[in-house]
């Protein structure tokens, strides 16, 4: 098949849709089929095995309590670009990922059907609200146009699919996120962390949403000589990560690492911590620690409690730093808990493989 994936969201951005987009391209790619992939201007200069057509130039907002990603360009160029693209390519399957995201995320199906009638389109939705506000409804109505012209929609999770049902009025499929093991067989401590401490991980975004600030509070009540706080990631609460750095000589900041870097990161943690307060279709930072089979703590809200489950992780109260840090505890102190959690952490990644995803997708595109 001739596949164009569209994704407002791309490398080198560090977000879970910019790495799943990657992957299904490169996965669809091994499976024999010519892709392309559609996004915006991030002056980038890629060296991937599949062509990059850049439809303008990003910018961003922030919203739903993070950074939303966006192409800005002027309407009939972009859908000129669109055009020219599916037709010298002979593309008969436009998949667009995030069709409720604006300006060209959520009209971008509808560019593709006026461009060539017979495409078949599909439109995977990534994110969930934190709550059902009258905005959204509002805005919703005005989507609603444009989200007919996927032919298919699929969602991450049973939870954004009933969502995304609520709204639209319209069948969800759910096919859930990949984990590529085979990359994360070869993890190996950071020598900076080869010492006996107790080491906590963060891996996200630093803002509002993702719950740094939770995890940084939990982690203030039980400090002390035994544990490091690790934290990976960038965004507008590094400043207050910052602010507890100057007191607190054992919490540590990376924000600009490499995807293949963040394995070994990954490698050298005890225990990972996922705070977040809402708003997850699914949490592909989830599958990363099973598969290096860490033992992990999470908020429980919908999104995260489809992927984890009681045997690889531990759930706390959204917002509760209190139980979180009681949970961090638990862990520390539990040797045999730890080692039950990483044992079915494996198990469970092995679930989302890439090579069982993939085949859902190819069935989606072939309905």
Known sequence: MNIAIFSESFLPLKTGVAKFTHDLARKLKQRGHNVILLTGNFKTDYNLDF???????????????????????????????????????????????????????????????????????????????????????????????????????????????????????RQVLVIPNGIDLEKFKNGKKL???????????????????????????????????????IIVGNGPLKKLVLEYMKKYSNIFL??????????????????????????????????????????????????????AKDNCAIFFEPESYHELSRKILLLYEDLDLRKRLSENALKRAMEFSWEKVILEFEKAYAL
């Open 51 to 169: 062509p990059i057509i850049k439809l303008g130039e990003i910018s961003k907002i922030y919203a739903n309590g993070s950074y939303t990603y966006f192409i800005v360009s002027e309407p009939f160029k972009f859908y000129r670009r669109i055009r020219e693209v599916l037709n010298d390519y002979k593309i008969e399957i436009f998949h667009n990922q995030g069709p409720l995201g604006p300006p060209y995320s959520v009209m971008s199906s509808y560019f593709a059907k006026r461009a060539k009638k017979d495409i078949k389109t599909i439109g995977t939705f990534h994110s969930k609200q934190m709550k059902i506000t009258s905005s959204l409804k509002l805005y919703s109505k005005f989507a609603s146009v444009f989200i007919k012209y996927n032919d298919i929609l699929t969602a991450p999770s049973i939870s954004t699919a009933n969502e995304m049902k609520l709204l639209f009025n």
């Open 254 to 307: 990376f924000d600009n690492v490499s995807d293949e870097e963040l394995i070994d990161y990954y490698s050298s943690a005890d225990i990972c911590v996922f705070p977040t307060r809402g708003g997850e279709a699914f949490g592909i930072v989830l599958l990363e620690a099973f598969a290096l089979s860490k033992p992990v703590i999470c908020s429980n809200i919908d999104g995260y409690n489809e992927v």
């Open 191 to 229: 020598k900076i962390f080869e010492n006996e401490k107790f080491k906590i991980l963060y891996v996200g975004r630093l803002d509002y949403r993702k719950g740094i600030d939770i995890l940084l509070k939990a982690f203030e009540l039980i400090n002390n000589k035994d544990f490091e706080l």
